[in-house]
């Protein structure tokens, strides 16, 4: 199958995982533009330039996975931050016919992410005046959706009357957000039309109440009324939809359903809402599940592979927090038992896949080393346990169906490559690095000045110290490891890795 492949931005988990998986996929022969078409960060990709590149391609693929936040706007974060004309979105719309036009028979599957509302003040992803006004745009909407849908305490009351924006700052943030809901509703036109085969709309940073929740609400409602439920998807995530979708492709080309099997690690886990979502990990897991045409089964004989999630006990908390965590990872949650059960299926021949949710922003550390010691990474189908829940989940799902016909030494360096990412990385070295190394050469997770190089090395060495101790490291020893910084922060990096 030849695929063509736009991503939603330049970072490695957009551009670089979806390549890594293709690479060990015969079934997969993916196209992509060169990274320096699709801008950087704030910098809008070229758009112009790229639907020049699909147009000179379309016509020799079997299927398409584009990122609409990409061809409108020129990337996830251009999104936040444009002064489009509507003229010009508009053209970038009709674009879609004119590729169903050039081959009628290419499948097209399409994502455009519900613009995020984060509740905290930065302008790092978002217009400059969200450093100054972010928490209260994000917290005014809250409580006035929540007021109207139940009422507010006093207290709530109070501090709704005390918010103050300016209007030019409202004005431009409500604008941008209306502007880019329009266009959310324009692309399922297109589904209705059957110019498009498929769509996910994805939320970034969703909450139960405010912008986010309003807009899903109005693009539901227009899914509903025209029936198309089958074939859009709305749920949390947003950095994962590359992979869901080419996951989707390959399903699809060979006319089949992904069977799972699955359990949590604690009771309350199903019924829990992650942080920055909207909805409890059950039915997250539904919605993903279902984009990339898997779904459940009653028991693991039946299954292609069996999901372990491991969930929170009752309260979830930052990775970075795992020092001083909550007595319910503990008191809710048995983690022990868990892994034994992991065990126990892996004993007994059944492929194990783990999404390792319990914490944001990073891995479990006692699970991984409960792991390591019983000597289970390696065996593992393949595991997950970056950023938010459902950029995990979506990426697990995703990798177990690659992993089902990849070849041994592709799956062995996904999973070490997460584990040097999700695990050491975030859960461990990041906060490291930040405390200790950063101060030193009076460098900041934001600025690096002119010692980039330093930030990299220390990170690589760090990393190495802690993945030698493993026994990992025995079954899959690294040949060599370098370390970048994408966006140059500590929030995200990517490594050239050999094994």
């Given at each position: 199958?030849?695929?063509l492949?736009?991503?939603?931005?330049?970072?490695?988990?957009?551009?670089?995982?979806?390549?890594?998986?293709?690479?060990?996929?015969?079934?997969?022969?993916?196209?992509?533009?060169?990274?320096?078409l699709?801008?950087?960060?704030?910098?809008?990709?070229?758009?112009?330039?790229?639907w020049?590149?699909?147009?000179?391609?379309?016509?020799?693929?079997?299927?398409?996975?584009?990122?609409?936040?990409?061809?409108?706007?020129g990337?996830?974060?251009?999104?936040?931050?444009?002064t489009l004309?509507?003229?010009?979105v508009?053209q970038?719309?009709?674009?879609?016919?004119?590729?169903?036009?050039?081959?009628?028979?290419?499948?097209?599957?399409?994502?455009?992410?519900?613009?995020r509302?984060?509740?905290?003040?930065?302008s790092?992803?978002?217009?400059n005046y969200?450093?100054d006004?972010?928490?209260?745009?994000?917290?005014?909407k809250?409580?006035?959706?929540?007021?109207?849908?139940f009422?507010?305490?006093?207290?709530?009351l109070?501090?709704?009357?005390?918010?103050?924006?300016?209007?030019?700052?409202?004005?431009?943030?409500e604008?941008?957000?209306?502007f880019?809901l329009h266009?959310?509703?324009?692309?399922?036109?297109?589904?209705?039309?059957?110019v498009?085969?498929?769509?996910?709309?994805?939320?970034?940073?969703?909450?139960?109440?405010?912008?986010?929740?309003?807009?899903?609400?109005?693009?539901?409602?227009?899914?509903s009324?025209h029936?198309?439920?089958?074939?859009?998807?709305?749920y949390?995530?947003?950095?994962?939809?590359?992979?869901?979708?080419?996951?989707?492709?390959?399903?699809?080309i060979?006319?089949?359903?992904t069977?799972?099997?699955?359990?949590?690690?604690s009771?309350?886990?199903?019924?829990?809402?992650?942080?920055?979502?909207d909805?409890?990990?059950?039915?997250?897991?539904?919605?993903?599940?279902?984009?990339?045409?898997?779904?459940?089964?009653?028991?693991?004989?039946?299954?292609?592979?069996?999901?372990?999630?491991n969930?929170?006990?009752?309260?979830?908390?930052e990775?970075?927090?795992?020092?001083?965590?909550?007595?319910?990872?503990?008191?809710?949650?048995?983690?022990?038992?868990?892994v034994?059960?992991?065990?126990?299926?892996?004993?007994?021949g059944?492929k194990?896949?783990?999404?390792d949710?319990?914490?944001?922003?990073g891995?479990?550390?006692?699970?991984?080393?409960?792991?390591?010691?019983?000597?289970?990474?390696?065996?593992?189908?393949?595991y997950?346990?970056?950023?938010t829940?459902?950029?995990?989940?979506?990426?697990?799902?995703?990798?177990?169906?690659?992993?089902?016909?990849?070849?041994?030494?592709?799956?062995?360096?996904?999973l070490?490559?997460?584990?040097?990412?999700?695990?050491?990385?975030?859960?461990l070295?990041?906060?490291?690095?930040?405390?200790?190394?950063?101060?030193?050469?009076?460098?900041?997770?934001?600025?690096?000045?002119?010692?980039?190089?330093?930030?990299?090395?220390?990170?690589t060495?760090?990393?190495?110290?802690?993945?030698?101790?493993?026994?990992?490291?025995?079954?899959?020893?690294?040949?060599?490891?370098?370390t970048?910084?994408?966006?140059?922060?500590?929030?995200?990096?990517?490594?050239?890795?050999?094994?």
């Open positions: 199958m030849k695929l492949y736009i991503p939603l931005d330049e970072r490695p988990c957009n551009y670089d995982y979806p390549a890594f998986v293709a690479e060990g996929n015969q079934s997969i022969d993916l196209i992509r533009p060169e990274k320096s699709l801008g950087e960060k704030k910098k809008s990709a070229p758009v112009d330039a790229l020049s590149f699909i147009f000179d391609t379309i016509k020799d693929v079997d299927a398409a996975v584009l990122s609409m936040d990409m061809l409108l706007f990337g996830l974060i251009p999104s936040r931050i444009h004309s509507k003229e010009t508009d970038y719309v009709e674009n879609l016919r004119k590729l169903r036009d050039a081959n009628p028979a290419i499948k097209l599957y399409v994502s455009q992410c519900i613009m509302c984060p509740s905290y003040n930065s790092e992803e978002e217009p969200y450093a006004y972010g928490y209260a745009i994000f917290r005014r809250y409580l006035l959706d929540e007021l109207e849908r009422g507010l305490a006093d207290e709530q109070k501090e709704l009357k005390s918010i103050e924006i300016p209007t030019d700052v409202l004005s431009d943030y604008t941008r957000r209306a880019n266009y959310n509703i324009k692309i399922a036109e297109l589904v209705k039309e059957g498009l085969d498929f769509l996910v709309i994805p939320q970034d940073d969703s909450a139960p109440f405010g912008y986010t929740a309003l807009a899903q609400k109005e693009v539901v409602a227009y899914l009324k029936h198309l439920e089958t074939r859009v998807n709305i949390p995530g947003a950095d994962e939809v590359g992979l869901s979708l080419i996951a989707r492709c390959l399903n699809e060979n006319a089949s359903y069977k799972v099997y699955a359990f949590y690690a009771t309350k886990g199903p019924l829990i809402t992650p942080l920055y979502e909805r409890p990990f059950a039915e997250s897991l539904k919605y993903h599940l279902d984009v990339t045409r898997s779904y459940l089964v009653s028991t693991p004989q039946e299954a292609d592979y069996i999901l372990a999630i969930t929170p006990g009752e309260i979830m908390q990775a970075s927090q795992q020092n001083e965590r909550d007595i319910t990872y503990t008191s809710h949650r048995n983690l022990l038992y868990f034994k059960e992991i065990a126990r299926y892996i004993e007994q059944y194990v896949a783990i999404c949710s319990a914490y944001a922003n891995a479990d550390i006692q699970l991984i080393k409960y792991l390591d010691s019983f000597h289970l990474l390696n065996r593992l189908h393949a997950a346990g970056w950023n829940n459902c950029n995990a989940l979506g990426t697990v799902l995703s990798m177990a169906i690659y992993n089902l016909q990849s070849r041994q030494h592709e799956r062995s360096y996904h070490v490559y997460r584990i040097l990412e999700d695990y050491i990385y975030q859960a070295v990041r906060q490291e690095v930040i405390r200790e190394d950063l101060p030193i050469a009076r460098l900041s997770y934001y600025n690096f000045k002119n010692k980039e190089s330093y930030v990299t090395d220390v990170i060495q760090r990393i190495m110290n802690y993945y030698t101790l493993m026994n990992l490291s025995t079954v899959y020893p690294i040949k060599s490891l370098q970048f910084m994408p966006w140059h922060r500590m929030f995200e990096v990517r490594f050239l890795l050999d094994i």
